[in-house]
């Protein structure tokens, strides 16, 4: 499964904007590049290249379906990404993405949290 931890690692700099997206365009179904684009950067908090330090990969159903879930480490900074990837045609194909930044939501399902004595959605 080390393939599938390079994948991620090549996404992780996507998303960290040292990697350009057309990089990994044929490796990603539309809507799932369409996410990648769109985050592009979200992970450049940090002078550090991103690392993916765990890489979790499960397999339920189909040989040929993966859930790969990783943490990518940002410097000081960690972040979660996690991903649905098919083997078809001889190569890996992502068909979804998510990361801890989705939709302005927090992570660990969290609606809020206080600061200074005011909520922060």
């Known amino acids: 499964?080390?393939?599938?931890?390079?994948?991620?690692q090549y996404t992780a700099e996507v998303l960290a904007g040292e990697r350009a997206p057309g990089q990994m365009r044929n490796l990603f179904c539309g809507t799932a590049y369409e996410r990648l684009v769109r985050r592009a950067g979200d992970y450049a908090a940090s002078v550090h290249r991103p690392r993916v330090s765990g890489t979790v990969v499960r397999n339920e159903t189909d040989a040929s379906v993966f859930e790969v879930s990783a943490v990518v480490a940002c410097g000081p900074r960690h972040r979660a990404l996690a991903m649905r990837v098919v083997f078809a045609q001889y190569a890996w194909l992502c068909t979804h993405i998510e990361t801890d930044l989705e939709g302005g939501r927090l992570p660990c399902g969290r609606v809020g949290v206080r600061r200074r004595g005011r909520?922060?959605?």
Request: aromatic fraction near 10%; charged fraction near 10%.
């Open 119 to 121: 909520r922060v959605a």
């Open 1 to 8: 499964m080390h393939q599938l931890s390079q994948f991620a």
